[in-house]
């Protein structure tokens, strides 16, 4: 079975600086997604980046981008300048490329940016 | 854009109660979760459906069930609520299985049973 581990609950970060979120998991599948997730105050989770496995450049999304070390099996989340609206809990994540589209969680990262 | 909607974002029951979470999306998705979030725990996966009327148990189905007599809404039940169901529940949709897409999710319902 598969396993994400988010091992930081809290990080804190001062606007513009930049932050990096830890993530690994377990798997033995060769074909699979990477997610990251952030849940603001308001609950709505929102998808902030994805990554495909066999993609080895690692995707970016404006402010936000990963460091996907396959063999590591790691994929953290790299903010930069963080904003103020980026304080919000964040969420890694797998899906199996196959039957379903499960999407198997960590526990979060809380993150708190601070002017 | 996809809208996910969750008909409660807060709801108080009764130890024994019957509850209803009922969910809907507008835009065609084949598949549909049902979600709960708890701290340090993450989000784990009650039930999902791929299909109107087909359902799939999660990692944590005890005590729950859905329907999903159409397309765009997925009910979670409880079917004699007890106070280890106090807890947020996350509905999700996605569009095809297999493509990767991630999903989108409703706003959340917080449920307390006391």
């Known amino acids: 079975a598969q396993t994400v581990t988010q091992s930081q609950p809290e990080m804190s970060v001062q606007e513009a600086e930049t932050v990096t979120l830890s993530c690994t998991y377990d798997?033995?599948?060769?074909?699979?997604?990477l997610f990251w997730y952030k849940q603001p105050p308001s609950r709505q989770m929102i998808l902030v980046i994805r990554?495909?496995?066999?993609?080895?450049q690692n995707a970016t999304e404006n402010r936000f981008s990963v460091n996907f070390q396959k063999a590591a099996k790691s994929f953290s989340l790299k903010i930069s300048d963080s904003q103020l609206g980026d304080t919000a809990m964040y969420f890694c994540a797998f899906m199996k490329l196959g039957a379903t589209d499960k999407l198997i969680f960590g526990t979060g990262t809380r993150l708190q940016v601070f002017p | 854009d996809v809208k996910v909607t969750q008909s409660s974002r807060y709801l108080v029951k009764r130890t024994g109660e019957k509850v209803f979470l009922e969910c809907v999306q507008d835009?065609?998705?084949?598949?549909m979760f049902w979600y709960r979030q708890d701290p340090g725990l993450g989000l784990r996966l009650i039930y999902f459906s791929y299909d109107v009327k087909m359902k799939e148990k999660g990692d944590i189905p005890e005590g729950y069930s859905v329907s999903r007599e159409k397309k765009e809404r997925f009910s979670l039940i409880l079917e004699s609520a007890s106070t280890n169901q106090t807890s947020m529940y996350l509905c999700?949709?996605?569009?095809?299985?297999?493509?990767?897409?991630?999903?989108?999710f409703g706003s959340g319902t917080r449920l307390t049973v006391v």
């Open positions: 999700a949709s996605s569009l095809l299985i297999g493509q990767g897409y991630g999903y989108t």
């Open positions: 835009m065609d998705h084949e598949n």
């Open positions: 990554q495909e496995a066999y993609k080895q």
């Open positions: 798997t033995s599948e060769n074909n699979y997604y």
